[in-house]
């Protein structure tokens, strides 16, 4: 028997050699773990060897804003002058889209031009939609923001609407003039590239606690936020478009005795045009995503609403707002996808301008008609009050009829996840070495990418040490690790279902595009009113939120396999099943991983807002230096987050990498 047994051991080993690497390294690691009162400071990191950074960083950010001299003027004056500037614009944004302009008449006499009326930005709208598609993308955006003015949201959808007017413009120019820079320059792409990195990984609450310091409490610091928050995007869409425009159009421009700036402008740019818009739908829709978060610093608007209704439990009213930003999410996306395919139009030059330009003369046309008859009929300038719709009494109901209802069932599925899987996970996590977690960590790296690979996540899993924000750290592990599994578990299945049925993916691909629009506030309204506050409706929220891009890389994945391999499979006489789990799930797990990774991406992003619902970890560490307006521990901690992100990003893409080579599909 023991003969039997070795040689089982030695086939093993055999055939799969990096199984005694892994072996070796666990049992390592529980000889740390059994030698807790050897080496106490390999189980648990020593609060004497934290590093006070969050201290350096809050009182750098204190002298950069008091005594910081740029020579001309202090730091402070430097900030406050940029506000300046971008209050003009929001102003004058404000002012055409939700307050009106007053304009002077000499002496205290003022003349109040309202503004646009909702008939008017409907009408507009529409004529843009069918200018640039079709009747069916006119109909589309015009039942959108018909949807805002029925069911009451039109005041606020317009305060939020006049900040992405301004903030979409001003990410996507400092992106694109980023990303040419970049392109120019590899130098600088190299460089900025870890910033960039950490730009999209570090939670959205970490933006709003510098922006706060530096530009005050208002709408102009929520906008610079939602700004900053949107660039990388654009950036990264810029560079990769410029990189592949073909050969030839450069050449020839050369030719053509373009100078740098002509090459660029008129002949790269326009033909890069449709990545571009990829970049330009992107910071739309994170511009969308942040304006509830921004509402914390002052954006007002939908956010605002979506945020007071999560603080009172309001579900019905704070549903509401959130569909608005969904609504008016889909109508701004369909319109840039709508732009950015479609092909450029040649004028006649002898044409005239109202032939030249029928639609724009159009809405012109409409612009002026609305707003004089809207002095004399108010319901053309505002939508009757008298007539709006809401349905937020129906879903209070609904949520308050289910908890009598299923307050039992619901109550006994949260006390069985959180007594048999959470609470035991979370302790397990909590009760690792930290050295043995990093080492574990560092030789993934150099099996999975080389030994610079292991470095950086070496280094990175090490700054969440030093900085004193491991045990934190490892319930944001524990609270995404279950979350990822469970979105895994859910949405493998329905992209399964999707790839072998077109009816059922084209059914998918409608649900997800609008599960994705949802700003994340939305998911914590009916999951705190279902499961009250807690880890278990953190747990929930992220996995509602996260789900989306496991079944669309799943389906994705599967549908990618080429047709020949199926067919060879066929041919053998594989069942479908057979063709699969052998053949498609195989082919496909390299994809499927990435998905893995976005929805770890996305969960981190939800985690924390998760803040709001009770749970201690990363998240409600920048969630409370928010509201204490303490930068450095808001700081650190988001940072914090992005390395947990930046690790499961490098070491999967490494993975998926890999295993691509394998299996000869790279």
């Excluded at 280094?459 to 030093?466: G, K, L, P, S």
């Excluded at 506050?533 to 549908?559: C, E, N």
């Excluded at 987050?641 to 993975?655: E, G, K, N, P, Y």
Aim: charged share 10%; with cysteine.
């Amino acid at each position: 028997m023991r003969a039997t047994f070795s040689r089982a051991i030695a086939y093993a080993f055999g055939r799969r050699p990096e199984l005694v690497f892994w072996l070796v390294v666990l049992a390592a690691t529980v000889a740390l773990f059994a030698a807790d009162e050897l080496l106490p400071w390999a189980v648990e990191y020593p609060s004497e060897w934290v590093i006070p950074l969050r201290f350096w960083v809050s009182d750098f950010m204190k002298w950069l804003i008091n005594e910081a001299d740029l020579g001309l003027f202090t730091f402070k004056q430097f900030t406050r002058s940029i506000s300046w500037v971008f209050n003009w614009f929001l102003a004058a944004s404000f002012g055409v889209l939700s307050e009106g302009v007053k304009i002077p008449l000499g002496g205290e006499a003022l003349f109040h031009l309202p503004s646009l009326s909702w008939i008017a930005l409907i009408a507009m709208l529409a004529i843009m939609a069918y200018s640039i598609r079709d009747w069916a993308l006119s109909l589309l955006v015009g039942i959108c923001f018909l949807y805002l003015a029925i069911f009451g949201q039109w005041g606020s959808a317009m305060v939020t609407l006049s900040s992405i007017v301004v903030a979409v413009p001003l990410g996507i120019l400092f992106g694109l003039l980023l990303g040419i820079l970049a392109y120019r320059h590899p130098w600088f792409e190299r460089a900025i590239t870890p910033l960039l990195d950490l730009m999209q990984t570090v939670p959205v609450f970490a933006y709003l606690v510098p922006v706060l310091f530096m530009f005050g409490f208002g709408p102009v610091a929520a906008m610079t936020a939602t700004m900053i928050y949107s660039l990388p995007p654009m950036t990264r869409c810029t560079t990769m478009a410029l990189q592949l425009v073909p050969t030839e159009i450069v050449e020839f421009g050369n030719m053509a005795g373009c100078s740098h700036r002509q090459l660029m402008w008129k002949v790269m740019v326009p033909s890069a045009r449709p990545t571009l818009m990829v970049g330009v739908n992107q910071v739309i829709m994170l511009s969308l995503n942040m304006v509830i978060i921004a509402s914390m610093i002052g954006a007002g608007g939908l956010g605002f609403d979506v945020l007071h209704a999560l603080r009172r439990l309001a579900i019905g009213v704070g549903l509401e707002a959130g569909v608005a930003i969904t609504v008016l999410a889909i109508a701004l996306d369909r319109l840039s996808q709508a732009y950015a395919g479609k092909a450029p139009v040649r004028v006649k030059k002898k044409v005239s301008f109202v032939r030249r330009h029928p639609h724009l003369v159009a809405a012109l046309a409409i612009i002026v008609a609305t707003t004089v008859t809207g002095f004399l009929v108010p319901a053309v300038a505002d939508y009757p009050e008298s007539l709006t719709v809401t349905t937020s009494g129906f879903w209070e109901k609904l949520v308050t009829w289910i908890n009598i209802h299923f307050f039992d069932t619901l109550d006994a599925i949260k006390s069985g996840l959180l007594l048999n899987v959470l609470i035991p996970f979370k302790r397990f996590l909590l009760s690792l070495p930290w050295l043995a977690v990093m080492g574990l960590l560092a030789l993934a790296g150099v099996r999975l990418g080389g030994w610079r690979l292991s470095l950086g996540v070496a280094a990175m899993t090490a700054f969440v040490a030093v900085t004193g924000n491991w045990e934190k750290a490892m319930i944001s592990t524990y609270l995404i690790g279950v979350s990822v599994v469970l979105a895994s578990g859910i949405g493998m299945p329905i992209g399964i279902w999707a790839a072998g049925n077109d009816r059922v993916h084209r059914a998918v691909q409608v649900i997800i595009d609008t599960l994705q629009t949802l700003p994340a506030f939305v998911y914590l309204i009916p999951v705190v009113m279902l499961f009250r506050v807690g880890d278990f409706s953190a747990m929930i929220a992220v996995v509602a939120y996260s789900l989306v891009p496991i079944i669309r890389y799943t389906d994705h994945g599967i549908r990618q396999v080429p047709p020949s391999i199926i067919e060879a499979a066929t041919a053998a006489g594989c069942t479908h099943r057979q063709i699969l789990l052998k053949v498609q799930m195989p082919l496909a797990l390299p994809e499927i991983m990435l998905g893995v990774n976005q929805t770890i991406m996305l969960g981190l992003s939800m985690l924390v807002i998760t803040a709001l619902v009770g749970t201690r970890d990363l998240g409600q560490e920048v969630y409370i230096a928010l509201t204490k307006a303490d930068t450095g521990r808001g700081i650190v901690a988001g940072v914090c987050v992005a390395m947990i992100a930046m690790v499961a990003d490098r070491l999967i893409s490494a993975w998926s990498t890999v295993r691509k080579k394998q299996l000869g599909l790279s």
